[in-house]
């Protein structure tokens, strides 16, 4: 199992960056993040997710709108997931989420052989991401505080909805 814990400004060359690429963890974690507030802004639980192709072209972004919607399966990973469409191979893209997947997404990773993972953070909720370290699945936790400031504050603040989100 291979998990790396690596600073929020690490850069990671993609493939070929261009100015219409992301060219930095940080840089793809921005993307998620901003989905996040998003999600926040509109009364929901702030968590952001962002696929990315191999050279950092974003394929989809979403955040958890299962407050918005009134749907339990619409979580920040499989709304950027639906976002980015059909793709004929998964194996080369990207998941960049603010926060740890749950089982659910975490299950999403794995089924569709999702070969990298970059979690803003996972202190407030562990989540999945070790057992796709087990599993194959290049693993990057980022540690951000504004991920974690985000997400501490709103569990905080509802509990309840909180609670609801991850089954308790």
């Known amino acids: 199992m291979t998990v790396t814990i690596t600073e929020p400004s690490l850069v990671?060359?993609?493939?070929?960056?261009?100015s219409a690429r992301m060219t930095s963890v940080a840089d793809m974690l921005d993307v998620a993040y901003a989905e996040a507030r998003k999600g926040l802004s509109e009364g929901g639980i702030p968590i952001g997710a962002a696929l990315f192709s191999a050279d950092g072209v974003v394929l989809g972004s979403g955040h958890n709108r299962r407050?918005?919607?009134?749907?339990?399966?619409v979580h920040a990973e499989t709304d950027a997931f639906r976002n980015a469409g059909r793709q004929r191979d998964y194996r080369s893209t990207v998941m960049v989420t603010t926060l740890s997947p749950c089982w659910y997404c975490s299950g999403l990773v794995r089924q569709f052989n999702i070969g990298t993972l970059i979690v803003g953070e996972s202190r407030t909720f562990t989540g999945g991401h070790e057992w796709l370290a087990e599993h194959g699945v290049d693993v990057t936790v980022v540690d951000d505080e504004r991920c974690v400031s985000m997400m501490s504050e709103f569990i905080a603040a509802h509990p309840e909805l909180w609670n609801e989100d991850i089954g308790r």
């Open 12 to 18: 990671l060359p993609l493939a070929v960056p261009t």
């Open 67 to 73: 407050v918005q919607d009134d749907d339990p399966s």
